[in-house]
């Protein structure tokens, strides 16, 4: 894979260190998905985390039950209506997740060097020298020397809280195992990983089955987080899982890839999902650590030339526990955006983190900083040497429409779209102003009532790059022949003004349907 696809603009204009960042509708091109959870779900720190950037809200599944998850939705809704931003709402499953149960909720003390036994009896105590877990193949997955981790919610990897393992013998159904550091496990669930083991569970559980039938189709989610994507075939099977649920078909999988299974499968893998999540905490531990960044950088390059958004994980986690995030971090969150992510995605940090609005505010700046180097020009010659010759009438139309946006200067890309495939298409070349995705609902029937189409396509576009979504009237024309004022296109003109994006004598790019034919045309506004 060519590495100069990640060459910043020369030369970077060092009196812009020392600008202050300017306060904007759009704090950065690059989306931030927050998961919701104790620190984070309040109707006040929700409305906080939209105003700070957050456009995707992750429920995970992995802890708690659907009835606490419905009252954090419930408050999320309130959170849109009070400060009319859109956020789209995304469903984590368990999936082939081993888990620690600690029903006592004790602390419990390893120490190093010790000795503790790892057991599928449910009924034993969880203490420092057993640890009940809910997965009774372990023994024949791991084999002696084999490297098991166990740490709250994902690995924080700070060696005080995680501990791993290695193993030294099996017994039974047991697996005994020697202790490689010393550490203090808190909590009522821990997560265990078994580094490069084949875990013989379903990518979708039977809970995570009727999770998604119920709370799922309930709240019409956009998104599916499929943890543990190992296979194509894992994909599929969702699919076709959510195509008998009627209202939840249109919903996205998002294929997670955690281990070195789903990193062999890759390829694949990304054909048959709607976009990526890299989940580096898990992945961090099944490759070397000095393996990740060669993955990642493969990975985001792969997503970006399929079009298909690419999703990184764990990036700030010392601002779970601090209010700034660490030198390394930062620059970890503007290589994620030079080298091509979507957005970025928080954990441990908004769900139980004592800074969740911060931590988005935070991420949104740094995001925001990397998007002003973005080497544009080299990244638009590469998707297009990419794509090749010849090219599909969208593609055409979508890399005509941003190579034209950049030439005139252009303030903001304007995209009529029904699906919401042209938009993401112009997107997929990054273009270095926003695209005003207006999705043009369509009228639609199950036989016994009418519904419109729109509201799916409008949140879908959240987690792309430098994507924005507007829901047109359906009543009023895209584009007037007469001179009435009523036309999308004047809507969407002025809520381009109104979000102070758009101002007098600007230019503006117009991509959209005339008939059969897809047209690219340039305004210039006047006062």
Not at 229 to 248: C, M, N, P, W, Y
């Amino acid at each position: 894979m060519p590495s100069s696809h990640l060459l910043l603009e020369e030369p970077i204009r060092m009196v812009s260190l020392l600008e202050p960042s300017k306060p904007s509708f759009f704090p950065a091109m690059t989306k931030i998905v927050g998961t919701l959870g104790p620190k984070s779900r309040s109707v006040e720190t929700i409305s906080n985390c939209l105003k700070a950037g957050m456009s995707v809200a992750r429920f995970d599944f992995s802890w708690h039950d659907p009835e606490y998850h419905q009252e954090t939705l419930e408050n999320l809704k309130v959170a849109i209506k009070t400060t009319k931003k859109l956020c789209a709402v995304m469903l984590d499953t368990v999936g082939a997740e081993m888990q620690v149960v600690n029903k006592s909720e004790k602390a419990i003390s390893l120490e190093a060097n010790g000795q503790v036994v790892l057991t599928p009896d449910a009924g034993q105590e969880a203490s420092s020298e057993i640890l009940p877990i809910n997965f009774d193949g372990l023994a024949k997955a791991v084999k002696k020397g084999d490297t098991i981790f166990i740490g709250q919610y994902l690995f924080t990897g700070s060696e005080t809280t995680s501990v791993w393992l290695e193993v030294s013998e099996v017994k039974g159904q047991d697996v005994v195992c020697i202790i490689k550091n010393s550490a203090t496990l808190a909590g009522s669930l821990f997560t265990l990983h078994g580094s490069q083991i084949h875990i013989d569970l379903p990518t979708l559980t039977e809970k995570d089955k009727e999770v998604i039938s119920t709370w799922g189709v309930k709240n019409k989610i956009d998104f599916l987080s499929l943890s543990y994507t190992r296979h194509a075939e894992d994909v599929r099977q969702a699919r076709e899982f959510l195509s008998k649920l009627g209202d939840i078909s249109q919903t996205q999988i998002f294929a997670k890839i955690e281990n070195v299974e789903g990193l062999t499968h890759f390829d694949e893998i990304l054909q048959e999902a709607d976009g990526i999540i890299l989940s580096r905490g898990n992945l961090g531990i099944d490759l070397p650590p000095e393996k990740v960044f060669l993955f990642q950088k493969s990975a985001l390059y792969k997503c970006n030339m399929a079009g298909k958004p690419a999703v990184l994980t764990r990036v700030v986690d010392s601002m779970t526990d601090n209010l700034r995030p660490t030198r390394a971090e930062a620059t970890d969150v503007a290589n994620a955006v030079l080298d091509g992510s979507d957005a970025i995605l928080l954990g441990a940090e908004t769900l139980r983190g004592l800074y969740p609005v911060e931590t988005i505010s935070t991420v949104g700046r740094i995001c925001s900083e990397a998007e002003k180097v973005f080497n544009q020009d080299l990244y638009f010659k590469k998707t297009v040497k990419y794509v090749g010759e010849p090219m599909s009438h969208l593609e055409s139309i979508a890399s005509s429409a941003v190579r034209a946006a950049i030439k005139v200067k252009a303030s903001i890309i304007i995209c009529f779209t029904s699906s919401g495939r042209a938009a993401r298409l112009i997107a997929k070349y990054r273009p270095t102003m926003p695209v005003l995705s207006v999705v043009i609902p369509r009228l639609k029937t199950n036989q016994l009532r009418w519904s419109f189409s729109g509201a799916f396509e409008a949140r879908q576009s959240l987690i792309v790059r430098g994507l924005f979504p507007m829901l047109a009237d359906p009543r009023h024309p895209a584009e007037s022949t007469s001179a009435t004022n009523e036309s999308i296109l004047k809507v969407a003109l002025d809520h381009g003004k109104a979000l102070g994006v758009i101002k007098s004598h600007d230019r503006v790019v117009v991509c959209q349907k005339l008939g059969d034919a897809s047209v690219v045309k340039i305004i210039e506004l006047e006062d």
